[in-house]
């Protein structure tokens, strides 16, 4: 990883700032699997204590284990007194029966170039193309992905580079050109430079 620490040092100075702030490059994976999509949906929109606190209850009611099957055993009135909506208790629903049928291969991700697995991914109510981005980043560990639609992302770029509103995608794309192709490894040391993390 020191290639693309170097790499991004030496094309944008506002960055090597950013990295030489933060320091090494610590990014946290997880397996590329059902579960790990689950959480992903759970963490949208909630903040990461409520988010742990709801999948974790969903977690101990699939057995502590998330499959497919014990999702669809669940209740959908069951779900939502663990503390999802209803939204997204049909998204986590609608994820476990494509799953199951077949139309989400988990073990096919892999294999695919990153704009097959968004394509495959957001067949899934619920699941956009930001959805998409984390599992590419935390998941499949693709080294060179942007979230044009990541407000932690745009967050940063606004404030590293003191523009007077968040940038659109357009203008994350035309900046991040001299990023590639490390773009996952910048994006990470933008969200350290506001002392979060992206989530999965």
Same mark, same amino acid.
């Given at each position: 990883?020191?290639?693309a620490i170097?790499?991004?040092?030496q094309?944008?100075?506002?960055?090597r700032r950013?990295?030489?702030?933060v320091?090494?490059?610590?990014?946290e994976f997880?397996?590329?699997?059902?579960?790990t999509?689950v959480?992903s949906i %759970?963490?949208?929109? @909630?903040s /990461?204590?409520?988010a742990a606190?709801?999948f974790? &209850? =969903?977690?101990?009611?699939? !057995?502590?284990k998330?499959?497919?099957?014990?999702?669809l055993?669940?209740?959908?009135?069951?779900?939502?007194?663990l503390?999802?909506?209803?939204?997204?208790?049909?998204?986590?629903?609608?994820l476990?029966?494509h799953?199951?049928d077949?139309r989400? %291969?988990?073990e096919? @991700?892999? /294999?695919?170039?990153?704009e097959?697995?968004?394509? &495959? =991914?957001?067949?899934?109510? !619920?699941?956009?193309?930001?959805?998409a981005?984390m599992?590419?980043?935390?998941a499949l560990?693709r080294?060179?992905v942007?979230p044009?639609?990541?407000?932690?992302?745009?967050?940063?770029?606004?404030k590293?580079?003191g523009?007077?509103?968040l940038?659109?995608?357009?203008?994350?794309e035309?900046?991040a050109e001299?990023?590639?192709?490390?773009c996952?490894?910048a994006?990470?040391y933008l969200w350290?430079?506001?002392?979060g993390?992206?989530?999965?």
């Amino acid at each position: 990883m020191q290639e693309a620490i170097t790499h991004l040092s030496q094309t944008d100075p506002v960055l090597r700032r950013i990295i030489d702030r933060v320091g090494d490059y610590r990014i946290e994976f997880r397996e590329p699997e059902f579960a790990t999509l689950v959480r992903s949906i %759970v963490y949208q929109q @909630l903040s /990461g204590r409520v988010a742990a606190v709801i999948f974790g &209850r =969903l977690l101990q009611a699939a !057995g502590g284990k998330l499959t497919p099957d014990r999702i669809l055993k669940l209740r959908p009135a069951r779900m939502r007194t663990l503390g999802l909506s209803t939204q997204k208790t049909a998204y986590i629903r609608d994820l476990a029966r494509h799953t199951r049928d077949g139309r989400v %291969v988990f073990e096919e @991700l892999d /294999g695919l170039s990153d704009e097959e697995v968004i394509e &495959r =991914l957001t067949i899934v109510k !619920g699941i956009g193309v930001w959805t998409a981005h984390m599992f590419l980043i935390f998941a499949l560990r693709r080294t060179n992905v942007l979230p044009t639609g990541d407000l932690g992302v745009r967050t940063a770029i606004q404030k590293a580079w003191g523009l007077t509103e968040l940038p659109k995608p357009v203008e994350m794309e035309k900046l991040a050109e001299r990023w590639h192709p490390y773009c996952t490894v910048a994006s990470w040391y933008l969200w350290r430079s506001l002392e979060g993390d992206g989530k999965v």
